[in-house]
């Protein structure tokens, strides 16, 4: 199944765009600052979460526009089923409430990443393996999001209960302490959950990289190191015996917000954040078309790549076509010009993107 009938309506700098006719390969081709990523974010908002940007929803919404926004796709199938209607957006009365609707239903965030799992890369995860540790942190659960949808249920309620410990810990007086175990209860049983979806996360990343490796793409060996007990009982031990420490910090400092992800290069076992640039983005790409293929098994999948194929020579954008045909996902890209796509073009849909509208060529 793949995506189809898409309309972008008031979102970014889209008035109205429609794009129909879609293929395994989509192309999206413009000049900087045509509205290309625009439409990469409005297919990224199709999964929970903040989208490919992070941006707030208000600012998602045409500028001098009406208010709100809305973003609508046909999920179809070649076996003359019914299409699926998945459509997401916000209200002009209530511009950072986002509203999902299932068939005309509405829904919630959860059972959309049900029906699609979104996976993307972008130029500013570039520098991924030399960003914080909390942006690492983001990526596995993203990527997470795309394989488990009720991840991101679990990071929203760990980290509204490390809020509420944390503004207790940081307060004056001595904060009461069945409230306390309230709160650690609920950091234990939805970081517990939390830290295993990212454990389990990692390892399919790992036994996918090496049954595959993708050739001639430097490969990185992936470990998720916590910081606390996965097991539920043991993390809320581990809690309530810190509240000494976390007190005179002011701050928790335990649980799975202070876990990490590391990266080295295969052969090599240096650093990722130690490598050079092309070799950064060459380990991206690899965990990018790992994750994508995991991410393909069991629901239909979209990857969005954006500006990908600029940043690589033609030997390596050669082999990420022949990858990317065989990941099952439907795949989204965008550049400025038609050139670095030759050796797909024959296969792809191709649109023209200019000033915040959306052309077939």
């Known amino acids: 199944m793949a995506l189809d009938r898409i309309q972008l309506i008031t979102f970014r700098n889209h008035a109205h765009s429609a794009i129909d006719g879609t293929s395994r390969f989509n192309l999206l081709v413009g000049e900087n600052g045509a509205g290309k990523t625009n439409v990469l974010e409005a297919l990224s908002l199709l999964a929970p979460g903040r989208g490919l940007r992070r941006a707030p929803l208000s600012e998602m919404a045409q500028a001098n526009g009406p208010g709100g926004f809305a973003i609508n796709v046909q999920l179809t199938g070649d076996d003359h089923s019914e299409p699926v209607s998945l459509g997401t957006g916000t209200e002009a009365a209530q511009p950072n409430r986002r509203q999902i609707r299932i ?39 993203r990527m997470a999001l795309a394989l488990f949808p009720t991840h991101s249920s679990h990071a929203a309620r760990y980290e509204a209960a490390l809020r509420e410990r944390n503004r207790l810990l940081s307060g004056d007086g001595q904060p009461d302490p069945e409230w306390l175990a309230s709160l650690e209860a609920q950091m234990a049983a939805s970081g517990s959950m939390l830290a295993q979806g990212r454990a389990e996360l990692v390892t399919r990343l790992e036994d996918t990289l090496a049954e595959e490796a993708p050739y001639p793409f430097a490969r990185p060996h992936l470990l998720y190191r916590s910081s606390a007990p996965m097991v539920e009982e043991l993390l809320a031990e581990a809690l309530a015996k810190s509240r000494p420490k976390d007190r005179a910090a002011g701050r928790s400092l335990v649980g799975p917000h202070r876990d990490e992800l590391e990266a080295t290069m295969e052969g090599t076992g240096a650093p990722a954040a130690q490598c050079s640039t092309g070799e950064q983005k060459a380990m991206l790409v690899a965990m990018t078309l790992a994750h994508a293929g995991l991410a393909a098994r069991g629901r239909p999948s979209v990857l969005l790549l954006d500006e990908i194929a600029a940043h690589l020579d033609p030997i390596r954008r050669d082999a990420l076509y022949d990858r990317l045909r065989h990941s099952g996902a439907q795949i989204w890209m965008t550049g400025t010009e038609p050139a670095p796509f030759s050796g797909i073009e024959r296969e792809a849909a191709v649109w023209q993107v200019t000033a915040g509208t959306v052309e077939r060529l």
């Open 103 to 141: 068939n005309g239903s509405r829904s919630s965030a959860v059972t959309l990443g049900e029906w699609l799992s979104v996976c993307w890369l972008t130029p500013a995860q570039d520098r991924l393996f030399t960003d914080s540790a909390g942006a690492r942190r983001r990526q596995m659960d």
